[in-house]
Nanobody
Framework: QVQLVESGGGLVQAGGSLRLSCAAS????????MVWFRQVPGKEREFVAA????????YYADSVKGRFTISRGNAKTTVYLQMNSLKPEDTAIYYC???????????????WGQGTQVTVSS
């Protein structure tokens, strides 16, 4: 059974930092890109960042470029999202996903985590 478990969310003041983690289990993920999305209740899900299967390619939404950094653990089963210079508009539930198709990593995932809440106060 595939499981994605996010951690690291919380409450932080604007300008602060948080590091999210997502641990994947249940199958081999060496051919999967790992992706972070976020969603505010009542709004559409938003792509945040992705990292390719090898860990060499990274992709970011314009809204987080230069502030967030995605990375992947050596075992390729863990993905991290280092979030710096956080803004109140970064407040959302952050979801981890995996996807074998690079063409669709900005829109969907094959497996999803349950999400972790990030709240940035002004």
């Amino acid at each position: 059974q595939v499981q994605l478990v996010e951690s690291g969310g919380g409450l932080v003041q604007a300008g602060g930092s948080l590091r999210l983690s997502c641990a994947a289990s249940g199958r081999t993920f060496t051919n999967y890109a790992m992706v972070w999305f976020r969603q505010v209740p009542g709004k559409e899900r938003e792509f945040v960042a992705a990292i390719g299967a090898s860990g060499m390619s990274t992709y970011y939404a314009d809204s987080v470029k230069g502030r967030f950094t995605i990375s992947r653990g050596n075992a390729k089963t863990t993905v991290y999202l280092q979030m710096n210079s956080l803004k109140p508009e970064d407040t959302a539930i952050y979801y981890c996903a995996v996807n074998r198709n690079l063409l669709s990593i900005r829109s969907t995932g094959e497996y999803w985590g349950q999400g972790t809440q990030v709240t940035v106060s002004s």
